[in-house]
């Protein structure tokens, strides 16, 4: 499939994302199979409503996760209302399965179902299906933030786009100027180091002329 021109810089992570989608389409076919060929009918004789609901909602919820994501994700390449652009992709999926936590849908429904005493193929097939969406849910959360970090996404919002060249540039640049801050310091501590010196020497230098001339006192004492 052809991805439109508009995003072109980033046509692989569409193609993708649309992939993703049919995939999400197959699912859907797969739920409604479950539901009513298989042994899920067996749920509706259950009498314990809130155990029922937990059961249930496994598959509620996991096709309308197969649904929407459907229908959302190979929409983006065709529907320009709801995707203008790419910001719009990205904004359009904050907020939905993608990033949900859904992890408590399935303990729930487990722990009913062993609870009461079901060993429903079906709904063991649900579960693997279930956990499949949530891994695609996944990948389309990463794919996501790849674009977030594309040169597309930047330039439509007015994010400034670093070039190789500049970043290192700015490497050659912080590089020297820890070398100059170096130099300056060794440049100080040497200046003080010689100072110290001299004021030494200055101090032995002292020292002595006050030796010689107490010195020269005691010979004139004695002289005297």
């Given at each position: 499939?052809?991805?439109?021109?508009?995003?072109?810089q980033v046509e692989n992570l569409i193609?993708?994302?649309?992939?993703?989608?049919?995939?999400?389409?197959?699912?859907?076919?797969?739920?409604?199979?479950?539901?009513?060929?298989?042994?899920?009918?067996?749920?509706?004789?259950?009498?314990?409503?809130?155990?029922?609901?937990?059961?249930?909602?496994?598959?509620?919820?996991?096709?309308?996760?197969?649904?929407?994501?459907?229908?959302?994700?190979?929409?983006?390449?065709?529907?320009?209302?709801?995707?203008?652009?790419?910001?719009?992709?990205?904004?359009?999926?904050?907020?939905?399965?993608?990033?949900?936590?859904l992890s408590e849908i399935i303990e729930?429904?487990?722990?009913?179902?062993?609870?009461?005493?079901?060993?429903?193929?079906?709904?063991?097939?649900?579960?693997?299906?279930?956990?499949?969406?949530?891994?695609?849910?996944?990948?389309?959360?990463?794919?996501?933030?790849?674009?977030?970090?594309?040169?597309?996404?930047?330039?439509?919002?007015?994010?400034?786009i670093m070039s190789n060249e500049s970043?290192?540039?700015?490497?050659?640049?912080?590089?020297?100027?820890?070398?100059?801050?170096?130099?300056?310091?060794?440049?100080?501590?040497?200046?003080?180091?010689?100072?110290?010196?001299?004021?030494?020497?200055?101090?032995?230098?002292?020292?002595?002329?006050?030796?010689?001339?107490?010195?020269?006192?005691?010979?004139?004492?004695?002289?005297?």
């Amino acid at each position: 499939m052809a991805i439109r021109n508009d995003l072109s810089q980033v046509e692989n992570l569409i193609s993708r994302l649309i992939s993703i989608g049919e995939e999400f389409e197959a699912m859907d076919d797969r739920w409604s199979h479950m539901k009513n060929r298989e042994d899920f009918d067996k749920v509706y004789l259950i009498e314990e409503q809130s155990k029922k609901h937990e059961i249930e909602e496994v598959y509620a919820t996991g096709r309308d996760i197969a649904i929407y994501m459907s229908e959302a994700l190979q929409r983006i390449n065709a529907d320009f209302t709801t995707y203008p652009n790419l910001s719009s992709i990205i904004k359009h999926f904050e907020g939905t399965w993608v990033y949900s936590d859904l992890s408590e849908i399935i303990e729930k429904a487990k722990k009913s179902h062993t609870e009461l005493n079901l060993n429903l193929w079906s709904f063991n097939r649900m579960l693997e299906m279930f956990n499949d969406q949530l891994n695609l849910l996944t990948v389309v959360k990463q794919t996501l933030n790849l674009l977030k970090n594309s040169n597309l996404y930047k330039i439509e919002n007015g994010v400034e786009i670093m070039s190789n060249e500049s970043n290192q540039n700015k490497a050659t640049i912080s590089a020297a100027q820890i070398t100059a801050i170096a130099i300056i310091l060794a440049a100080i501590i040497g200046g003080v180091f010689v100072l110290n010196s001299q004021s030494q020497k200055n101090i032995n230098i002292n020292s002595g002329s006050n030796s010689t001339i107490i010195t020269g006192d005691e010979n004139l004492i004695n002289k005297k």
